[in-house]
């Protein structure tokens, strides 16, 4: 059975592995269809010294697949149908899984892909509880861009920064994964959004997505522009996951009171801020990683209503790697999916 596995830093190659017994009586068994690329697969392919985890590792943090059988206690799916996963091992009984804030999870015991191994092999077996249905009329390749991308999106942009139609919105990299995520969901509910791109290519891809502006950050200071754009007031959320390159710009770019909520940090993790212009125009700056299940449900639920997500390329197993660097070098414009 292939899987997809890290040897070393740099280094992924297509390994045999096991196949799986059969399912224990609270898992189901998956054919995996696909698995979508994020930042923290480039996080890593790279090596991280401060994540734990052993060498070789199966990676693949967000994937849809088809029910193979399920265990007698997993009664909720039935063999051939489409399922997501969630990319994290947590516990289901802590009072954060209990209430419904799985990435609030206690004693979570990973993240697939990155600290356990993870989705990208043909067969697996998974906690059934940790396992989405699929609504009908979406696609493998949409469905696997749910678990992450699109449920990050849904929790940053409504559970944490509390965004209302009508509001005015600036999403960094436009063209990333997430960033085209969240033009499309704050455009659907009527909000005016400014993007930031590298390219003048991806500038028109973002504009056809539906952005009001878009600025290109290696030509023009973005805080200007979104400064002169709302006539100095600035904007009420910003929709941050570049950081250390962009994060004090993006404070400048809020109006009073505006809340700025990040993911990410992929250009650094550090920064310093003024304090002053914290508390006097009593920003609200929002830390958010991962999502819900129940986040997961409601971006499978947006993509069954038409909201497809935008996918740059669909690549076999064997060539992960040069996806991997192509998301690295930033040559991309949405989600790359690997196919099974
Ligand atoms: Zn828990």
């Known amino acids: 059975?292939?899987?997809?596995?890290?040897?070393?830093?740099?280094?992924?190659?297509?390994?045999?592995?096991?196949?799986?017994?059969?399912?224990?009586?609270?898992?189901?068994?998956?054919?995996?269809?696909?698995?979508?690329?994020?930042?923290?697969?480039?996080?890593?392919?790279?090596?991280?010294?401060f994540a734990k985890r052993k060498l070789p590792l199966v990676v693949g943090a967000e994937a849809s697949g088809e029910i193979v059988s399920a265990g007698e206690h997993a009664t909720r799916f039935k063999p051939g149908?489409?399922?997501?996963?969630?990319?994290?091992?947590?516990?289901?009984?802590?009072?954060?899984?209990?209430?419904?804030?799985?990435?609030?999870?206690?004693?979570?015991?990973?993240?697939?892909?990155?600290?356990?191994?993870?989705?990208?092999?043909?067969?697996?077996?998974?906690?059934?509880?940790?396992?989405?249905?699929?609504?009908?009329?979406?696609?493998?390749?949409?469905?696997?861009?749910?678990?992450?991308?699109?449920?990050?999106?849904?929790?940053?942009?409504?559970?944490?920064?509390?965004?209302?139609?009508?509001?005015?919105?600036?999403?960094?990299?436009?063209?990333?994964?997430?960033?085209?995520?969240?033009?499309l969901m704050a455009k659907q509910i009527g909000c005016t959004v400014f993007t930031t791109v590298g390219d003048d290519a991806k500038a028109e891809k973002a504009t056809a997505l539906g952005a009001d502006a878009v600025i290109n950050y290696r030509t023009e200071r973005f805080e200007h522009v979104v400064r002169k754009l709302t006539r100095k007031k600035g904007v009420?959320?910003?929709?941050?996951?570049?950081?250390?390159?962009?994060?004090?710009?993006?404070?400048?770019?809020?109006?009073?009171?505006?809340?700025?909520?990040?993911?990410?940090?992929?250009?650094g993790p550090t920064t310093t801020i003024n304090l002053?212009?914290?508390?006097?125009?009593?920003?609200?700056?929002?830390?958010?990683?991962?999502?819900s299940m129940r986040n997961i449900a409601e971006s499978l639920d947006k993509m069954a209503a038409g909201m497809k997500p935008v996918i740059d390329t669909e690549v076999p197993i064997a060539n992960v790697e040069s996806a991997l660097k192509r998301m690295e070098s930033r040559q991309v414009f949405g989600k790359i999916v690997v196919t099974f």
């Open 1 to 49: 059975m292939r899987a997809l596995t890290l040897v070393a830093d740099r280094e992924l190659t297509v390994t045999d592995i096991a196949a799986p017994p059969p399912p224990a009586p609270d898992e189901v068994q998956i054919r995996v269809k696909a698995v979508a690329l994020n930042h923290i697969d480039v996080w890593g392919y790279r090596g991280m010294a």
């Open 236 to 267: 009420d959320v910003v929709f941050e996951h570049v950081g250390a390159d962009t994060f004090n710009g993006s404070l400048l770019c809020l109006k009073r009171g505006g809340r700025l909520v990040t993911c990410g940090s992929t250009s």
């Open 81 to 183: 149908q489409f399922v997501v996963m969630y990319g994290a091992l947590t516990c289901g009984t802590c009072p954060a899984c209990v209430a419904g804030r799985d990435n609030l999870c206690e004693n979570v015991a990973g993240v697939l892909g990155f600290h356990v191994d993870g989705f990208a092999r043909e067969v697996m077996n998974f906690p059934a509880r940790l396992v989405i249905p699929v609504p009908d009329g979406v696609t493998a390749r949409d469905a696997a861009c749910a678990p992450i991308a699109f449920s990050t999106v849904q929790h940053m942009l409504f559970d944490n920064a509390r965004l209302q139609p009508g509001e005015t919105v600036l999403v960094h990299a436009g063209g990333s994964g997430i960033g085209t995520a969240a033009i």
């Open 276 to 291: 002053m212009q914290l508390f006097q125009q009593q920003y609200r700056i929002i830390g958010s990683f991962g999502a």
